[in-house]
């Protein structure tokens, strides 16, 4: 404890305390106080109260938050957004019996932009695969993806896979609709491929190899790396820029503050469109990840499937037809062009479309080497 003597610290307090018995607990514990932030309460708050400390209404020149605050002021909401708030600035924030830190982040010295989400199968992979299709345009792009069933050294992907190649991968045990390959397949720009185990509230990983598929991809020198999260997993990159993908309202927040304050742009449930990455003939079928709104193609859709995390669901969708429209997703490749191969039904892959979403709102946020 005696090592905390010289760090600076913020208390969070509260008017449901008296003041005597805040001034005695701040002086009681190890720190260098710079102030105490007044949360709220009013029930034994009296004018002129004297806590030891300046009330102050930031955080200041701290290094620590510490929450000397309680039910009924702060309830596990609001102590999530005063974590989120300190988080953000790159302070612990401890109570009683908690504590959180700031993610640890390497630093990165290319133009880069993390894609983050609040969760899984909220667009996130298809935002940054879009974007890495709008940035091949005019500029040299490499993308780093990390997931949760990539390769245990990273993986550089440089010629867009087949489907006939993802399906070799699927059978030799590899995880054919990693995001890296999907990415790789759908954006056509070298992707990399690693991948992370274990996830924290403000979205830490527990042990990953993406510190050195960034390495990897600054020794390309492309003009922009584009780093893909991995569910609400944030790349332990210290990127330029960050792109926040939300998903559904009723989420209970958590640290979704903490992304969106520390997030350049925010895409609020993005809507997806299935776009074909060739024309579709004959009868189709189509397999999903979510988007089930068909009514734009130009083919006779015969069957729609949502169940490509679901195999057995999955498995009974296998109808006859002449196309499988599929997304890299789940079981889309071990299952559904597996079964589609061997039978000669053509398989198109998906890419998603951002509707709604210019361009131009897209490209601002990436930053230009100097």
């Given amino acids: 404890m005696s090592s905390l003597r010289n760090v600076r610290a913020v208390a969070l307090i509260d008017g449901e305390h008296y003041a005597p018995v805040v001034r005695d607990a701040l002086a009681a514990l190890p720190y260098e106080w710079e102030g105490a932030i007044l949360v709220g309460g009013t029930e034994k708050l009296r004018e002129g109260a004297d806590y030891g400390v300046p009330l102050v209404e930031g955080f200041g020149d701290a290094q620590i938050v510490v929450d000397l605050s309680d039910e009924p002021v702060l309830g596990p909401r609001e102590r999530f957004e005063w974590a989120s708030r300190a988080l953000a600035a790159g302070l612990a924030y401890v109570g009683a019996d908690f504590r959180f830190d700031p993610p640890e982040l390497e630093p990165f010295e290319l133009p880069s932009v993390s894609v983050i989400g609040t969760g899984k199968r909220v667009g996130k992979t298809a935002v940054t695969t879009h974007l890495a299709r709008l940035l091949a345009r005019d500029r040299s792009v490499v993308v780093v993806a990390m997931g949760r069933g990539g390769p245990p050294e990273p993986e550089l992907v440089e ?12 059978r030799l045990g590899r995880h054919a609709a990693s995001d890296h390959l999907e990415i790789a397949a759908l954006a056509g720009v070298p992707t990399i491929g690693c991948r ?5 509230l403000a979205g830490g990983v527990t042990v990953s190899n ?21 569910g609400a997993a944030i ?26 304050l520390i997030s350049d742009l925010v895409l609020e449930r993005p809507r997806l469109r299935l776009a074909p990455t060739a024309p579709l003939s004959g009868r189709v079928a189509v397999f999903t990840a ?48 597996a079964h ?8 198109v892959l998906a890419a998603n479309e951002i509707v709604g979403v210019p361009d131009d709102v897209l490209l601002d946020l990436v930053p230009v080497a100097a």
């Fill in 290 to 337: 979510g988007a089930t709104d068909v009514s734009h193609l130009d083919a006779d859709v015969v069957c729609v499937s949502a169940q490509l995390a679901d195999r057995a669901a999955l498995r009974r969708d296998l109808v006859d037809a002449d196309t499988y429209l599929v997304e890299v997703k789940a079981a889309g490749i071990d299952v559904v062009a």
């Fill in 196 to 200: 992370r185990a274990g996830g924290g």
């Fill in 159 to 170: 010629t867009p896979p087949s489907v006939e190649d993802l399906v070799a991968l699927s």
């Fill in 210 to 230: 993406v510190v050195e598929g960034a390495r990897l991809a600054a020794e390309l020198r492309p003009d922009v790396v584009l780093f893909d999260g991995s």
């Fill in 235 to 260: 790349p332990p990159v210290a990127t330029s820029r960050r792109l926040l993908v939300t998903g559904v309202a009723e989420r209970d927040p958590y640290l979704d503050t903490y992304r969106r």
């Fill in 340 to 347: 589609a191969l061997e039978r000669g039904i053509e398989v």
